[in-house]
């Protein structure tokens, strides 16, 4: 019973760090170029705001577009709250495989590409071809990473990966640096940061993310939004709890290791905030073209990653 | 006892065909064929099911006095065969349901309705023979039966061409199993199955027999580069007939080559398995990226028929692979999930196939470029398109992700093969197996979006007009197989348990016992998948959302012109269309694969006429091997057509020199 | 896995040499690569300091030293000058696309090792990946000479091989250090020679691309 509310408390501390993520992230960037910036808070203002205005429909909006947003939610949130982010061996983590995980961000893609196609504007269009474009290479490149990180552990369970990674057995091998490469440079690409997309854009030109958003309003904005919020938490959770597993909680550990896990959690968030923030501010983002060749390089990397833990099960 | 029920239900089908010739100009013979049909596949099915699920799955051989006097007609259903007899059955009973309602479309029923059931009949007698004489003439029986289907409306453009084609390959792939059957039979002749499996072939036989099954079976199964046919004739064909090729007989050729290389080739060679994997790797690929550059939705389906073989042959490649380094729990995970994705991609490529017949039915087209706006007008079809697309892009909770999953764990076993170049080799056809998967994802968005989402791009598609019941039920009955199959997949692997223990001597652990009905393919330790909890949760998280939101948020909805960012154009042809939509990676894959360039021609300032784009693309295996090969035997043939205009005294000379050189041959043998 | 903090490190250092010559394939701009190169150098003198370490071999630490200070340092600024002087043009073009060129090089590492380890079945199992990984660097480094439209980039892509080589000889524990010397002095003397007559050819016929002064060759019909 007690794993069952600590799995319940999870899928809510995902749920409500989220914009407070976005929101530092966001706060961090301002200060790096000298500007004052939003107030960390901001984005659940901006998600109230939105919710308490109407929709505004295309003629030409079907079901699916109103329906699309509570499934690229729900998938989201779902794939977030199954991963360890304070704890691991929570209740439901038997479900926790990456492979999953990852076709679980897959389907939420699909349904945004979808939407983005339905209401029959050329945004749409210029935003659903770029996302699949980067998702046919992204997707294959986090593959390879699990499969680094499966044939070290022996298993595609999360839960599984970070107990491995907590352990003696690892060591320091070139696979899980060069897998470690790999991931940031998907979690850039898929969660539409700097230098891939810009998430904060004005212009179609270099729009991906919000092209396919653009005819959203209201309450089914608001979960998108959140849903890309909840995104960018889960992949940091994931680099986390893989690469930098020290201070999760075992299941069955107590109320204190509980609480331990979720301050250390909560310093790992705000590292990797600033290491985001940093990155985006020293970059440019890159033409649309030159992502391929970002996402080709993390894919090679992901597969020599692959080759030569396949080839020596050492390195 | 079920051997004898499914042998009369193959004869009310060779009788229905019959009937069929019989009442073509009758109404009702649409109705009474396709009801007939309907009911022997059925029937089929459950015979299927009741052989799988019972103890003792083997049945037979019984013997028949058809055929070669001295051979008789062998027949038999074991595990294997009562597993593809569910697949086929269940495809043809959904395919005969559809064409209930579709077949009124049909504007020569007499050229389609004696060949429907002939070409089942056909189907159903290539899973239980149990010689190779049987074999064979079932598989070309198929074959005739379905290239008539594909000549039913001769008369438009392109697809004389393609029935022509078909009948090349089908000939060379059914050359290429008489051979490999030959040379399995050996010199005794020993035709019927169970003497093949007494007297398993050397190494150096079983090699050539391999590559024949090979060519013999890829090629009926659509295997780069022996598909060059499947995409032009399938699209040919009436649409359920087409979801029939694609869908069912496919999984017959991948019956056809599972029969020879796990059941009578006896123990494999561990190349088997590179090679077989390595041809499903790049074939997988190539499919999609093929499929991707489409603009004509059953080209684009038939292709993505070719990609998801390739993903089955890795599946049974690696099986192999395992199969001959003797770990029989591996080739058990490896050959599941091949054959648990035959089964799924015949569920959802039927429905798929069902979905854009019922789009050309409605609108007449059958080119994305003038469909849009279709989940309006057709609002079910809609519905099941989106189930199929989504299973068929391996998307959780479908049943799609299940086979794919199995398969990564399978490749996940592999660093355990102690051959270098497997080891090399398998990490890059998983690589290849990933990419495909996401290629995948992006060209059914294509495919559903173009056509259905977005504002009609034609007058027809505005006007189109929702299908009737029976195709309805046809569709909505696969789509809910999908789902099934994904949320509660541990019943389907326990199905084919018998099957994969009879082929690869071991089977998957028992899924039914496990809590919340997960799976775990090899160890609880190791990895285990939800589908049904994967469904609840976002069933749940996506009810809690919705409720939520409508306590707390505004629950306004105004309907408005698009935003389009303050530009709004009324006209639907600013879209995104096809070819504009797979720009990018046409861009990215294709300037390599395909050759693809595009090239912009500007008009002169002041000059009128519009810009034009075009994109040149080459299709590589048809310039690197039919076109050669076409070259080389058309060569041949005007040399050769030089002796049909011979003088009297020049065939005399011909009879003369055969003669004399079978006389050398036999004093040389002397 | 022998569990030992010192072969850990000691493959981490050769992985990312690996990783670094795969970055020199991947670089389109010319300042970049030189400044991903002088990483590669910085790499190598790590490597060969950390070998020292663990092999008890002072005469590395002065190899890596050469390695840090020539390597590293110098030929680096030498290379941004040359470049700026001649006014180079920044971008290098690939002979075939940077896909292919990268997958050309995973291919590449995969040989490497099916050649490398089992050859050495009697080895230690470092010096065994060692020697593989220095292999590797080896091809990738031919590759970029041979895949590369620019004189600077093939003096880069034959400086990593050197590095390689280097990789190799302290990896496989026998690398005297007068060996090392001459070898650093060859590079020097040749880099000298190659600075002097890129600038030549440049003031004759105002490009360095190999491609366009292949048609002043003599021998066209």
Redesign the interface.
């Known amino acids: 019973m007690l794993d069952l509310f600590v799995q319940f408390c999870q899928m809510t501390v995902v749920l409500a760090a989220a914009p407070l993520l976005a929101g530092y992230v966001r706060k961090l960037k301002a200060l790096l170029v000298g500007r004052r910036g939003p107030p960390l808070l901001q984005p659940y203002r901006d998600l109230a705001r939105l919710l308490r205005k109407e929709v505004v429909l295309a003629e030409s909006a079907s079901w699916l577009f109103r329906a699309a947003p509570y499934i690229v939610f729900a998938a989201t949130w779902v794939a977030a709250a199954l991963v360890p982010t304070f704890a691991t061996g929570l209740a439901f983590s038997y479900a926790a495989d990456m492979i999953a995980i990852v076709a679980l961000l897959g389907s939420a893609r699909f349904m945004l590409a979808l939407a983005g196609l339905d209401v029959g504007t050329s945004f749409g269009g210029i935003g659903s071809s770029r996302e699949m474009m980067i998702a046919s290479l992204a997707e294959p490149a986090m593959l390879m990473v699990v499969f680094t990180l499966s044939l070290l552990a022996g298993s595609t369970q999360l839960s599984y990966i970070a107990a491995f990674m907590q352990g003696p057995a690892v060591g320091l091998r070139v696979s899980l640096g060069m897998a470690l490469v790999a991931l940031v440079m998907v979690a850039i690409a898929e969660n539409a940061r700097i230098p891939v997309d810009n998430p904060a854009t004005h212009l179609e030109l270099t729009m991906v993310h919000e092209a396919m958003i653009l005819e959203y309003s209201g309450r089914h904005l608001a979960l998108i939004e959140l849903a890309s919020f909840v995104k960018l938490l889960l992949y940091i959770s994931v680099i986390g709890c893989v690469f930098a597993p020290w201070g999760i909680a075992v299941a069955g550990q107590g109320f204190a290791a509980y609480l331990a896990g979720l301050v250390v959690y909560a310093g790992k968030l705000a590292a990797a905030g600033l290491l985001l923030a940093v990155f985006e501010t020293a970059m440019a983002k890159m033409r649309v073209f030159r992502v391929s060749d970002f996402l080709g390089a993390a894919f090679m990397l992901g597969v020599l990653a692959t080759l030569l833990l396949f080839v020596s099960r050492l390195a | 006892m079920v051997l004898e029920a499914l042998l009369v239900c193959i004869a009310a089908l060779l009788a229905t065909a019959g009937l069929g010739l019989a009442l073509v100009r009758r109404r009702a013979a649409t109705v009474v064929v396709y009801a007939i049909t309907l009911l022997a596949t059925a029937a089929a099915t459950s015979l299927g099911v009741a052989a799988l699920l019972s103890p003792a799955p083997t049945v037979g051989p019984l013997v028949l006095p058809v055929g070669l006097p001295w051979l008789g007609a062998h027949f038999k259903l074991d595990a294997l065969g009562a597993f593809f007899v569910v697949v086929i059955n269940l495809g043809a009973a959904a395919t005969s349901l559809y064409a209930l309602g579709y077949g009124r479309h049909e504007e020569a029923p007499g050229r389609v309705l004696p060949f429907f059931p002939a070409f089942l009949a056909a189907m159903n007698l290539v899973l239980v023979a149990a010689d190779a004489f049987t074999f064979l003439f079932s598989w070309e029986l198929m074959s005739l039966s379905s290239w008539a289907l594909v000549m039913a409306h001769h008369r438009r453009a392109g697809n004389a061409a393609a029935g022509y084609l078909y009948l090349l390959m089908a000939s060379l792939g059914t050359l290429a199993l008489l051979f490999a059957f030959g040379l399995l039979s050996g010199p005794s002749g020993g035709y019927p199955f169970d003497a093949i499996r007494q007297a398993p072939p050397s190494a150096a036989y079983a090699a050539a027999v391999l590559v024949l099954a090979l060519i013999g079976a890829g090629s009926k199964a659509g295997l780069v580069p022996l598909h060059a046919w499947l995409p032009l004739a399938h699209p040919a064909a009436p649409t359920h007939v087409s979801a029939l090729m694609s869908g069912v007989m496919t999984k017959v050729a991948v019956y056809g080559f599972v029969r020879i290389a796990f059941d009578l080739l006896g123990a494999p060679s561990w190349w088997w398995g590179a090679l077989v994997a390595l041809v499903g790797g790049i074939t997988a690929v190539m499919g999609v990226l093929y499929a991707l550059m489409q603009s004509d939705l059953k080209r684009l389906l038939a292709y993505s028929t070719v990609e998801n073989i390739g993903i089955v042959f890795i599946g049974l490649g690696l099986a192999l692979a395992f199969e001959a380094n003797e770990m029989p729990g591996a080739a058990a995970l490896a050959l599941t999930a091949a054959l648990l994705h035959a089964f799924n991609h015949s569920l959802f490529k039927s429905l798929l196939f069902f979905g854009a017949g019922v789009v050309l039915g409605a609108t007449g087209e059958r080119d994305m470029e003038r469909l849009g706006g279709l989940i309006h007008r057709l609002p079910r079809t809609a519905l099941a398109f989106l189930v199929g697309s989504a299973a068929i892009s391996a998307l959780p909770p479908f049943n799609g992700f299940v086979s794919e999953w199995l398969m990564f764990q399978a490749i996940l076993l592999s660093p355990a093969l102690p051959q270098w170049l497997l080891k090399f080799l398998v990490p890059a056809v998983g690589a290849l197996l990933a990419l495909s998967a996401a290629l995948a994802g992006a060209c059914f968005v294509k495919a559903f979006g173009i056509t259905f989402l977005g504002r009609p791009r034609s007058a027809m598609a505005a006007q189109a007009v929702e299908t009737d019941r029976f195709s309805l039920a046809a569709m909505f009955v696969l789509a809910f197989l999908c789902l099934l199959a994904g949320i509660l997949p541990g019943y389907f692997i326990d199905a084919l348990a018998p099957v994969i223990q009879s082929l690869a001597g071991a089977h998957l652990p028992r899924q039914e016992s496990l809590d919340w009905l997960t799976i775990v393919p090899i160890a609880q330790s190791r990895s285990s998948y939800n589908g049904l909890l994967l469904f609840f949760f976002i069933a749940l998280a996506a009810s809690l959302a919705a409720e939520a939101i409508h306590r707390s948020a505004s629950r306004v909805v105004r309907r408005s012109a698009a935003w389009d960012c303050g530009f709004p154009d009324p006209n639907p042809a600013t879209q995104y269309t096809p070819g504009s939509f797979s720009q990018p990676i046409r861009r990215v894959f294709g300037s390599v694969l395909f050759r693809a360039r595009e090239e912009v021609r500007m008009p002169a300032p002041g000059d009128a006429t519009p810009a034009r784009l075009q994109v040149r693309m080459r299709d590589v295996p048809w310039d690197v091997f039919y076109a050669p090969i076409a070259r080389i035997v058309g060569f041949v043939a005007e040399r050769l057509n030089t002796l049909q205009f011979l003088t009297i005294r020049g065939y005399l000379t011909l009879v003369f020199g055969a003669l004399v050189a079978l006389l050398m041959v036999l004093a040389a043998w002397q | 896995?022998?569990?030992s903090?010192a072969f850990?490190?000691a493959?981490?250092l050769?992985?990312?040499l690996?990783?670094v010559s795969?970055m020199l394939l991947?670089q389109d701009r010319m300042t970049s690569l030189i400044n991903i190169f002088a990483l590669h150098a910085l790499v190598v003198s790590f490597s060969v300091a950390w070998q020292a370490h663990i092999q008890q071999a002072p005469h590395l630490y002065i190899t890596a030293a050469i390695a840090l200070v020539i390597k590293a340092t110098v030929i680096p600024v030498v290379l941004h000058r040359i470049v700026v002087r001649l006014q180079i043009h920044r971008t290098i073009e690939p002979v075939v696309?940077?896909?292919?060129t990268?997958?050309a090089?995973?291919g590449l590492?995969?040989l490497a090792?099916?050649v490398m380890?089992?050859i050495t079945a009697q080895a230690a199992?470092v010096a065994r990946?060692d020697l593989a990984f220095a292999l590797s660097v080896i091809l990738l480094g031919l590759l970029m000479m041979i895949s590369r439209r620019n004189a600077v980039s093939q003096v880069v892509g034959f400086m990593s091989i050197e590095n390689g080589l280097i990789l190799a000889a302290t990896g496989a524990k026998g690398m005297p250090l007068v060996v090392e010397i001459s070898v650093a002095f060859s590079i020097l003397v040749a880099l000298i020679v190659i600075g002097i007559f890129l600038f030549r050819i440049r003031e004759r016929f105002e490009t360095v691309d190999v491609h366009l002064l292949h048609e002043h060759r003599g021998e066209q019909p």
């Open positions: 896995m022998t569990g903090l850990d490190v493959h981490l050769a992985g990312a690996v990783l795969m991947y696309g940077v896909g292919l990268m997958l090089a995973i590492v995969a090792i099916m380890l089992p199992l990946e």
